[in-house]
């Protein structure tokens, strides 16, 4: 499976942006679909992800204001930022985990979110 995020771009505070993260082959058989972040000078964190079964989970800091959610028949996971913040100024990266032990990851490029004041 290849993973090639796209949709970031230059947004002012309070806009939005929705960001998609495509499979080359079958995003189905992939237990966990999630958005990471690393901000400049830190360290990547868990945005959002989501489960087969269609199960969500956020960051605190994002809860409220995104939205992540897949269609496997596109084999598409789509995060849909808004109301965004400056601090949300990230790059963004999808990945993928297989549930097989031990779980493969795999990771798209990522794609630059700027939110200007």
């Known amino acids: 499976v290849q993973l090639q995020a796209s949709g970031g771009g230059l947004v002012q505070a309070g806009g939005s942006l929705r960001l998609s993260c495509a499979g080359s082959?079958?995003?189905?058989?992939?237990?966990?679909m999630g958005w990471y972040r690393q901000p400049p000078g830190k360290q990547r964190e868990l945005v959002a992800g989501?489960?087969?079964?269609?199960?969500?989970s956020y960051a605190d800091s994002v809860k409220g204001r995104f939205t992540i959610s897949r269609d496997n028949a596109k084999n598409t996971v789509y995060l849909q930022m808004n109301s965004l913040k400056p601090e949300d100024t990230a790059v963004y990266y999808c990945n993928g985990r297989s549930g097989t032990l031990p779980p493969k990851n795999y990771w798209g490029q990522g794609t630059q979110v700027t939110v200007s004041s």
């Open positions: 989501i489960t087969t079964s269609a199960s969500t």
């Open positions: 082959g079958s995003i189905f058989s992939l237990q966990f």
